[in-house]
């Protein structure tokens, strides 16, 4: 049987295969199953079940001794999918100036091209059922078209996340029954890595050892290891790692653990609703060809050379509160979810009117109606930028499985405020260019209009963590190197957000699935044994 649960095999189990995955997420499980495909053997760790488990998820616990740190509980789910289960599915790229040099924020070019991964976005375009139109334009005939956005790209520019359903989010969804039928996968669940046996003489990896809240354990034996969980334990993996080989893995490199970075985001403003049909055409979802696209005002290069600042952007959130659109989201993360709640179905059958105007504006003008009376509030997300005293070690406190938990240093720092306050400065004067001003006027945030408030003071993780274990060229400043391999364990790679050397102003995850199939890829050179 493909799928196997740890918690009720035998004690002390072994298994092989010519590759392990630590980690059955979205990044894990597309590894697997392109390996597969390709006749290799492939056994896929993962630290969860099938569905959410409360003890299980405590294993997500880090410490924290600021208390700055709040994603750690509620971005990160274990189980199969990992934490697809609760994706938004903003699928949008890095865009290539982010990923380039730029001198005026000290930071050097991503060590792999963009193009190499710009090669495998049609296929997860077609994977996620998402079409291929451009990110960077929309249809413009349609009534809310980006067309009510300045093109000018002097303060920002419109670029237009594609996202999937909600039930397409949860990457089992897709690929579950592949990876149950296949005969070169094996997955562990409730199987959390918590040793490591490592080659001495050779560096190489030779073994991991997982074990289950129940007290099981079982040893993979492997040629090639790929760690394939989140950043946060994706570092955690490698800290225990280079405890393991006497602190020989990563001697030559101060990298790992160092320059964790979030994205951050603060809400600094409410459109008005005075012209709710307007507002609606400005703000809400599209829909093109049947895909939802989602507004990502992104600042453009040019302010952001301007001002020394990072990347940023802003994008739309709704405050449903005891909306009935809050009815049919719930609805929908169910599906998502693979849990529909009997009591939504029930409201959402109530309010009638409101499905039947939903209705006309999908059809009609293809965007979300969105009543008059839910704000529309404007977020900015801004890339943190890498700092090497924000940082993930291994605390002495440990877990229920006896692993050290993650402990944290971190928080928004100076920069960081600079990179929101040119943000807030440019919308101000974009909405003003564009006579969005009196059109749709914005009330800003209490914290944007007072001189001595931080933004950073009121900021919070997106829970896009990444930068933990760095790729790079120089083995004294990175983790692993162009081809996600650690530099000193070569039987070692990394498909995480963990090694971004920076992370733009893009939502991670379109990246982080664009690495794990180069991955995939880059060991068909290999032979098979």
């Not at 952007?313 to 599906?335: C, E, Q, R, T």
């Not at 105007?357 to 930028?385: C, D």
Request: some cysteine; overall charge positive.
């Amino acid at each position: 049987m493909a799928i196997r649960d740890l918690s009720k095999d035998d004690d002390k189990a072994v298994d092989s295969a010519t590759y392990c995955v630590v980690g059955g997420g979205i990044a894990g499980l597309l590894l697997a199953t392109r390996l597969a495909r390709k006749n290799r053997q492939v056994i896929v760790l993962e630290s969860g079940t099938l569905a959410f488990d409360a003890e299980i998820h405590a294993l997500n616990e880090i410490d924290d001794p600021s208390g700055r740190y709040s994603r750690a509980l509620t971005g990160r789910y274990r189980g199969l999918g990992g934490s697809s289960s609760r994706w938004g599915g903003r699928m949008i790229p890095i865009s290539p100036e982010d990923q380039s040099a730029r001198d005026h924020v000290s930071q050097p070019e991503w060590p792999i091209s963009p193009g190499v991964l710009e090669g495998y976005q049609h296929e997860l375009e077609k994977l996620f059922s998402v079409g291929h139109d451009s990110f960077e334009e929309i249809d413009r005939s349609a009534p809310g078209s980006s067309g009510l956005f300045l093109a000018d790209q002097e303060d920002f520019k419109a670029r237009w996340a594609k996202c999937p359903t909600f039930k397409r989010c949860n990457i089992v969804s897709m690929l579950g029954k592949e990876v149950r039928s296949s005969p070169n996968i094996r997955v562990w669940l409730n199987a959390t890595v918590s040793e490591f046996d490592v080659d001495s003489a050779s560096g190489r990896l030779r073994a991991v050892t997982a074990k289950s809240l129940m007290g099981q354990s079982i040893t993979i034996e492997a040629r090639e290891f790929a760690i394939a969980a989140g950043t946060i334990e994706s570092t955690r993996l490698l800290l225990m790692l280079h405890e393991a080989s006497g602190h020989n893995a990563f001697a030559r490199t101060d990298a790992l653990g160092s320059y964790f970075q979030d994205h951050l985001k603060a809400e600094i403003a409410v459109a008005g609703r005075q012209r709710p049909d307007f507002s609606n055409h400005l703000l809400s979802y599209r829909f093109i060809k049947g895909t939802r696209r989602d507004l990502h005002l992104e600042l453009s290069h040019g302010a952001q050379r301007s001002d020394a600042v990072a990347s940023s952007f802003v994008y739309v959130s709704m405050d449903l509160g005891n909306s009935g659109l809050a009815v049919i989201k719930s609805i929908a993360h169910g599906l998502q979810q693979r849990k529909v709640e009997v009591q939504h179905l029930r409201a959402a059958a109530k309010d009638v009117g409101l499905i039947a105007r939903g209705a006309f504006w999908r059809m009609w003008h293809k965007q979300l109606y969105v009543p008059p009376g839910v704000n529309f509030r404007l977020m900015t997300s801004i890339e943190q930028l890498p700092d090497p005293q924000n940082r993930i070690r291994l605390s002495e406190n440990r877990d229920r499985l006896g692993v050290k938990k993650p402990l944290f240093e971190w928080k928004p720092r100076d920069p960081d405020e600079k990179t929101f306050q040119s943000t807030v400065k440019h919308l101000k004067r974009y909405w003003q260019r564009s006579t969005l001003d009196t059109l749709c006027p914005l009330t800003w945030a209490p914290v944007v209009d007072n001189p001595d408030a931080k933004i950073i003071d009121q900021a919070e993780a997106c829970a896009h963590p990444s930068g933990s274990t760095r790729m790079g060229t120089n083995p004294a400043t990175s983790v692993v190197g162009p081809n996600l391999r650690c530099h000193d364990v070569p039987n070692v790679a990394v498909a995480s957000a963990s090694v971004f050397p920076t992370a733009g102003s893009a939502n991670p995850t379109f990246t982080i699935m664009k690495l794990a199939l180069w991955l995939a890829d880059s060991y068909m050179s290999f032979p098979v044994l």
